[in-house]
């Protein structure tokens, strides 16, 4: 059983900044690929940022520049650094991973979201 908790999500005004952590548990080997995805209201779920195991990132365009990717992996644990944040930045955030069980099964789970709200 392997399982991912997002936590860091509030309500924080224009300009503003969060940061989001994303913890992984359970029968874990060893963890190949992180992201983050949001989903605003209305709309489909779009990807974020996201990381690999050695630490190769990529970002939307939207948030390039803003929002920073890291992971500790030592502590099976993914972050995002949000920074001048925009009402369009409103959603909910779901923390993605591909892992490796001790069983040698690859798993493709999701967290169950953590709210970002940006409002003045």
């Known amino acids: 059983q392997v399982q991912l908790v997002e936590s860091g999500g509030d309500l924080v005004q224009p300009g503003g900044s969060l940061r989001l952590s994303c913890a992984a548990s359970?029968?874990?080997?060893?963890?190949?690929?992180m992201g983050w995805y949001r989903q605003a209201p209305g709309k489909q779920r779009e990807l974020v940022a996201a990381i690999t195991s050695d630490g190769t990132t990529n970002s939307a365009d939207s948030v390039k520049g803003r929002f920073t990717i890291s992971r500790d992996n030592a502590k099976n644990t993914m972050y995002l650094q949000m920074n001048r944040l925009k009402p369009e930045d409103t959603g909910v955030y779901y923390c993605?991973?591909?892992?490796?069980?001790?069983?040698?099964?690859?798993?493709?789970?999701w967290g169950q979201g953590t709210l970002v709200t940006v409002s003045s």
């Open positions: 359970g029968s874990i080997l060893s963890i190949y690929a």
């Open positions: 993605n991973a591909v892992v490796i069980t001790t069983e040698k099964k690859y798993l493709d789970i």
